[in-house]
């Protein structure tokens, strides 16, 4: 009988259940969660490429505009919609900008958008999930109603609508890239809450039936917190896997808000917005479409692996 | 299946729609300024209109007057004249909504063709060379942005080889089979992009409900009634392994929308996904209010065919 | 001369996991005749399911694999089968029924349904036709209301009744062997006896013989003719039952009888339950010697340095024992 299978093909494969009984491991050094989840996560080899990729990313537009000095908004008629050559290994746009200091800055704020929805989504998503999980009765199931009515959402549309309406205020509130930036990452953050709250809410419900006998005969006030030091570390792995859903998820979100022109303002170069302005020339100039939708793509790319590997890492057994 | 579970979900879908109609409402209500004052400074609108459409708004009303105006007014038919096109809101939706959903539906279509097969096979010959090709060009498929897709496929089968037109034609003059020819010609592209993005998210759910289901005890017992292994596939393990798919399906409605918005901008389809983005650059906003409901409520409308279809499929749920 | 159905000689099904070579089934000699109840016994994981999967080759073969041995079934060898010879075999030929009837039926389809795909793939009935048999399946198994019952789903019988509708199923082509893979362990004692009680009614019936799997001795002594003792990986006495009870051989069977709570011995002299100490050696490594040394109190040193052969201290009654 097929026993557990870990949910990607780059982890090795594990012993079968049904032969369970009477196996014992071979000796591992020293036992816990976090070396074990580590070591699973080593297995996944393209769970690993993918993170050193990232981090490649990262560090490239972390520090890419210190080093690469070439400003993003220097106009040049004379070298517009060139192909990649020494001086612009990207190639240049319809204004003569180099395509790859833009992509350097734009990359900041991309990412930063992704990662800031993220934790959007998981702050709101663990509050409300521990307080349905721990109060249950009415509140719980207020909350998740709530749940399941913004899970109905239509997510562009209604991102799209926000920003529509909001933008203008909160330009003149934060300044056009903060008030962007906030009402991005708050709206992305808030349609992506539930799962995470839907998890949480479901560990909590387990582990309260399991502890609860316990806790009601030690003492009365901490065991609360018992359950609560309890229940967070098991749900630390499946939030983390869909944290990572969650970036990759914000960070298309937002490319596309750019792409269809509603995103962030023309001047600052995210991803999508370079694409937006790339789109119209994609017959003479692909290079400028092609690295920056590229650069969308692979970023997704291994956060999405990295993801899966987590999610070995975490809990081999279950596929999904 | 019992009427009751039917008659049940259906009571459970109205107040989702309530509910989200008044998010929608709240949120146009919160919005800062007047998004009517376009109606003053419009010359094209008739003054009788205006006056109609502000009374009809009661923009000077309390809010839940105003909510409960417009609730009505929707439930009546009248959904507002259109700032932009300069005819009645509903007539412009009627006039959009088929040419999206029939490009949705060949897209899902597709995407279920090809993803079902490719699912079952990767989950029934896990980690073999077949399963880890198909699980790697899932990943690749749903990282790429719908968007991108679609320019990558205009720079390949437009520019470069030109087989296929780049922007859809609402008015074909052709006639019979040439018409036909042109029309599937034209909707190739966007219904592609759209049904490789969800065929990749749905090979990766279809094997991972195949793998779910195959090492249960009632596939042994099927394996040991002699009834063969394609029969044990195809009729017991795709079977019960469909439950879950089917209603992810479903529930992935809202982002095939929010893929078809992108997919109409970039092929140019007169869709409502289109329709909502150029009224959004022309700030009519009836027509905004009117999408935006009209997505909510096809995603109300598809939950409900998830739960209903879920309880068609597993006996367990609706015999109850 | 009783005629012997199934012939396992030498049976090893090693499994190829990350930890290494489980040797689950490690060279398994038994056999089944015309019409008796064979019993297996022996503690969980000693191998027994896995024996009986591999007759039906029910194993999973990119982990498992048959290492040696042979399952002669009325002389034929079943290993080098392809899965279309062996699917005549199944349900027709051979039956078997697993231990949990909770998750042991598909629950998308009618119990009726799940009854006539046997009939329809081995006797070749129409739908109609094997609807109508399945019906009779279930009187035959004493459910009542059977017309009705068989367009219910698996979900609205109790476990009880689930049991009965899979030796409906398995029964349905009249096998000539039936493997019952601990048939009644998820099932509470009052049930137990029914099922046990059903199945030798249908033994009787159809002159079939039954392969019972258990680990509950007091089942065997009821209900087989002969005994099979496994442990770790193979089988250390085969006895007829009388035998087995009245003059255990080898130091594992003379554990597991003496282990069973006798309620009237208890009351009487107040004895301690008895258990075996220790616990069963890993499949990984198994010991060179014989299996059982580390947790016997007769252990010598020839034990720990050759595993002890069969040998026959009786009419039909082997040990592999070096006592």
Known sequence: MAGSTPASLTAERPAPAGIAAGVTPRKKARFSPGLEAWRRFRRHKLAMASSIILGLIVVAVLLGPLIWRVPINEIDFASKLDGPSWAHPLGTDDLGQDILARLLYGGRISLAVGFCAMLVAAVVGVMVGAIAGMSRGSIDAALMWLADLFLSLPQLPLLLLISYLFRDSLTKILGTQGGIFVMIVVVIGGLRWMQVARLVRAQILSIREKEFIEAARALGASSFRQVVRHILPNALGPVIVAGTIDVAAAIIAESTLSFLGLGFPPDIPTWGRVLFDAKDTIDIAPHWALFSGGAIFLAVLTINFIGDGLRDAFDPRRVL | MSRQYIIRRLLVAIPSLLGISIILFCVLALAPGDPFSEIAANPAIPPEVAASLRAKFGLDDPVWLRYLHWLSAMAHGDWGFSFASRINVDTLILQRLPTTLIVIGAAQLLAIIVALPVGVLAGTRPYSVFDQIANTLAFIGFSLPTFFTGLLLIMLFSIKLDWLPMVYNAELSSTGWTWLWDQVKQSIMPVMVLGLFQGASLVRYVRSAVLDVVRLDYITTARSKGIGERRVITRHVVRTALIPVVTLVALQMPIVFSGAIVTEQIFRVPGIGSLLISAMLANDTPVIMAVTFVFACLVVFFNLIADVLYGWLDPRISYR | ?323
């Open chain 3, 1 to 323: 001369m009783a005629e012997t159905l199934l012939d396992i000689r030498g049976l090893k099904t090693w499994f190829a996991t990350d930890d290494g070579l489980v040797r689950a089934v490690d060279g398994v000699d038994l056999h089944i005749d015309r019409g008796e109840t064979l019993g297996v016994v022996g503690e969980s994981g000693c191998g027994k399911t896995v024996t009986a999967r591999s007759v039906l080759k029910l194993i999973d073969m990119p982990p498992g694999r048959f290492e040696d041995g042979q399952i002669l079934w009325q002389g034929r060898d079943l290993i080098p089968l392809g899965q279309d010879e062996m699917d005549k075999i199944r349900a027709r030929e051979i039956a078997i029924i697993f231990q949990e009837p909770m998750t042991s039926l598909n629950p998308v389809y009618t119990v009726g349904h799940q009854i006539a795909e046997v009939l329809q793939q081995h006797e070749k009935l129409s739908r109609k036709q094997a609807i109508q048999a399945a019906v009779e399946m279930l009187r035959l198994v004493n459910i009542p209301n059977p017309q009705k019952r068989v367009h219910d789903y698996p979900h609205q019988f109790s476990g009880g009744m689930r049991q009965r509708v899979m030796i409906a199923m398995a029964m349905s082509c009249k096998p000539k062997l039936l493997i019952a893979d601990e048939p009644t362990t998820a099932l509470d004692v009052t049930i137990q006896a029914q099922i046990l009680e059903l199945m030798q009614e249908m033994k009787d019936k159809i002159g079939m013989s039954v392969m019972l799997i258990t680990h509950a001795m007091g089942v065997v002594a009821e209900t087989c003719q002969r005994v099979v003792v496994m442990y770790a990986g193979k089988v250390v006495e085969e006895a007829p039952v009388e035998a087995l009870f009245g003059d255990p051989r080898h130091p594992y069977t003379q554990g597991l009888i003496r282990s069973i709570p006798r309620v009237d011995r208890a009351a009487e002299h107040k004895e301690r339950l008895e258990s075996i100490p220790g616990s069963v050696p890993s499949l990984l490594n198994p010991p060179t010697g014989c299996r059982f040394a580390s947790r016997c109190k007769y252990a010598m040193d020839i034990c720990v340095r050759g595993m002890p052969p069969l040998k026959e201290v009786g009419p039909g009654h082997r040990v592999a024992c070096v006592l």
